[in-house]
T-cell receptor, first 115, second 112 residues
Framework: KAGVTQTPRYLIKTRGQQVTLSCSPI?????VSWYQQTPGQGLQFLFE???????NKGNFPGRFSGRQFSNSRSEMNVSTLELGDSALYLC??????????????FGQGTRLTVV | ELKVEQNPLFLSMQEGKNYTIYCNYS?????LYWYRQDPGKSLESLFV?????AVKQEGRLMASLDTKARLSTLHITAAVHDLSATYFC????????????FGKGTLLTVNP
């Protein structure tokens, strides 16, 4: 079955601009989580959505926001981009229920470069 | 705040040798994951460990979990070059809704 799809794969933006990243989860999965990966800070949790509701949020400024649609696809938005926002952004898809035998599967990521 | 520490951060091995990567965490966890990441690629799930004493093996990799010691290990047996990658452990706390806290990763290089 199809995996987690993230678009676009690569982006170059200028400081001050905003960007929207998209994540389509595995069919049937209702939970989508977002992570930022940088060489300095490693992998850090941004937020998690389930059934269009944000259930958990990491320690990122308000410039980072997200949403989830009724088909479980999720978008992440970063406004007023800073150089430090350059990173690989990964989303993870999971059932969201039916524990404990569920796990998160990651997409290929979106490489964002801010210049 | 949950802290996850991996060591070593860098590991250079000869093919055919054995070695272990350690993952310590600071709070009672619900699940522990091991992931592999190749350069420029995403995270590939290797193991999910759910309970104390859990042991899982896939090929030359074996992972174990000791929840009392808050320690997981990833053991590599008879390493081959194809295992060269960065390995991450990640911890999920019960009720955190899939919020994973990652270790810094172990960059493994297997030399012929």
């Amino acid at each position: 079955k199809a995996g987690v799809t993230q678009t676009p794969r690569y982006l170059i933006k200028t400081r001050g601009q905003q960007v929207t990243l998209s994540c389509s989860p595995i069919s049937g999965h209702r939970s989508v989580s977002w992570y930022q990966q940088t060489p300095g800070q490693g992998l850090q949790f941004l937020f998690e959505y389930f059934s269009e509701t944000q259930r958990n949020k990491g320690n990122f400024p308000g410039r980072f926001s997200g949403r989830q649609f009724s088909n479980s696809r999720s978008e992440m938005n970063v406004s007023t981009l800073e150089l430090g926002d350059s990173a690989l952004y990964l989303c993870a898809s999971s059932l969201g229920t039916g524990r404990p035998n569920t796990e998160a599967f990651f997409g290929q990521g979106t490489r964002l470069t801010v210049v | 705040e949950l802290k996850v520490e991996q060591n070593p951060l860098f590991l250079s091995m000869q093919e055919g040798k054995n070695y272990t990567i350690y993952c310590n965490y600071s709070t009672t966890s619900d699940r522990l994951y091991w992931y592999r990441q190749d350069p420029g690629k995403s995270l590939e799930s290797l193991f999910v460990l759910l309970s104390n004493g859990a042991v899982k093996q896939e090929g030359r990799l074996m992972a174990s979990l000791d929840t009392k010691a808050r320690l997981s290990t990833l053991h590599i047996t008879a390493a081959v070059h194809d295992l060269s990658a960065t390995y991450f452990c990640a911890v999920e706390i019960r009720g955190s809704n899939y919020k994973l806290t990652f270790g810094k990763g172990t960059l493994l290089t297997v030399n012929p």
